[in-house]
DNA sequence: TAGTGGTCTAGACCACAAA
DNA sequence: TTGTGGTCTAGACCACTAC
């Protein structure tokens, strides 16, 4: 065991900072479990019942999945709640055509998001109802990681991007950072979107990272303000 | 003890469902302490440890708060929370300034948030960073449980509503759905903001509602969309 | 000092999934 | 059939709060 933390943190949160660093190191791919519980307490020497505690808390941080009679798995992101939902799509399933794919000098704000100021990958992307715009995309990729999405065709990308990055290049996307914020549409995203020039609309921008906490996208969504609608709860 | 569920539940289930209804009920109020671990134990034929996992989980839903040494204890909402807090603010405190309260009929679609078809209690609200308007709030309350904030000094209300409400009329805000949207600017919200007619907006709908869910306030406001910024996580 | 929640242990038994 | 997580119990000891 690896004490990572102050001694006289009670055991399970110095379980729990361990395990996570473990788990963010990569140490399991989605695909395979973790030792059982029993397992990682002899490892950790403590009880089952501290463990067990430990793993509670992973699950309910969304960090690893528990599934019975199966074993403990860690867990990709949770994207259905990104912000980019929230733009009313009524019963339609959305479609996602990329218009233009281009190796470019990264610009400065691209180049500080990514970490990296070399050459990067970029996508400009829309998202469509029924052949309609309603959503356009400007997706950064550093390189050369991304190279294989830079050669790969147009059509074998799909409309799930995260699942192709996968594929192609191996890198799996944990975790995100979204801001939101409302601007008015250049000329060029009211051609696209076919909207009125200047006309408000809602900009997501994501940062994207590994595991491991590299920054593997960037991502600017911008999509018409007045078919955005989010909802929360407080209690 | 009042089995709520179906048998087949585990028993925290069970208990955390029976014991989730009284709290709604208000059997306790904020300041009185729930049975220990051990009597509610007891009561409910279980043992410490179930209770514990039950007040472990009802803890992590924010609905009860414990306090070593001193006991567990229904816990306020947390409108830190609030969507209307991503209103840009810097360092400046913000002030608050009721600029009209009147009896009125209900409008429908206030008489169908609140439940209540009759005459209600209308506020316009402003909210301010150093005299500088940047938040315009419609707020309505139902009559006659809100009557002794009609009657009441407008100074008497101060800058924190639901403090002022559970002191007048002793009900308690517990909990909120909030609905945000852009909207552009009426004449007379521009007018209040001073800012240009029909510019951009962000719009927060709030149903406050009780313990028990009866909504106790249905607050709309408005303030310039360029002031407002989200930050969200994915994991 | 008494009572509260917080930590930790040890172990029995059940439900589910895979070979 | 074996191994996994899920439920539930019983109890020891510690840390904090109030009186």
Known sequence: MTQTDDAR????ARTHDDLLRRIRAGEWPHDVPLPS???LAAEYGISVGTMRRVLGTLTSDGLVERRQGRGTFVRRAAFE???ARFFR??????ASRILDRQRVAAPADVAHALGSSGE??????????DDEPYLVE?????????????????????????????RLTGLVVAAATEDLSVVTASADDAVVLGCADASPLVRVERSARSVTGQVLE???SRGPASRFHYRMEIS
Do not use: C, K, T
């Open 37 to 39: 519980e029993g397992e």
């Open 120 to 129: 990067v990958l970029h996508l400009l992307r829309l998202r469509l109802l």
């Open 89 to 94: 799509a009524g019963d339609r399933v959305p």
């Open 9 to 12: 943190l009670p055991l399970h």
């Open 138 to 166: 400007d997706i950064w990729l550093p390189l050369p990681a991304f190279e294989p999405v830079a050669v790969a065709a147009l059509d074998d990308l799909g409309d799930l991007l995260y699942p192709a990055y996968e």
């Open 81 to 83: 709640h990104s912000l």
């Open 218 to 220: 960037h991502r600017i």
